[in-house]
């Protein structure tokens, strides 16, 4: 199992906002989280990533517990997430953007093959 959330319950204040999320994810599956506004979809994503911290449940991602990280730990181990939004940082440029994505890689030909995937997939990125 690459991912599992197991009977996670993540408040704001008093308000409970995921009541009890079981979720696995194997390696390999693609998951979507669909429901409505309020449904606890960006909870669980930011509970996943540790940017809220669970009262009650796990998290475990390669068998390795992650309630207790930091969210910067958690994005070194392989986790992130992508804030909504068209203007992710508006200050900076497409380029500059790109770069903050591969922010902890150090292979620099990799790098460069993904920035030119992006480019390929989305031409419009390019011009700007």
Do not use: H, W
């Amino acid at each position: 199992m690459l991912l599992k959330l197991d009977n996670v319950k993540t408040y704001y204040g008093n308000i409970r906002a995921l009541k009890g999320i079981s979720i696995e994810v194997a390696e390999g599956e693609i998951v979507c989280l669909i429901g409505g506004n309020g449904a606890g979809k960006s909870t669980s994503l930011m509970t996943i990533s540790g940017v809220l911290t669970p009262e009650e449940g796990d998290i475990i991602y390669q068998g390795q517990s992650i309630v207790s990280l930091r969210p910067d730990n958690i994005v070194q181990l392989g986790i992130c997430q992508v804030p909504e939004g068209r203007m992710i940082f508006p200050l900076l440029t497409v380029m500059e953007n790109l770069d903050l994505g591969a922010y902890l890689r150090k292979d620099k030909a990799g790098i460069k093959e993904d920035v030119d995937r992006v480019f390929r997939l989305f031409p419009v990125l390019r011009e700007r």
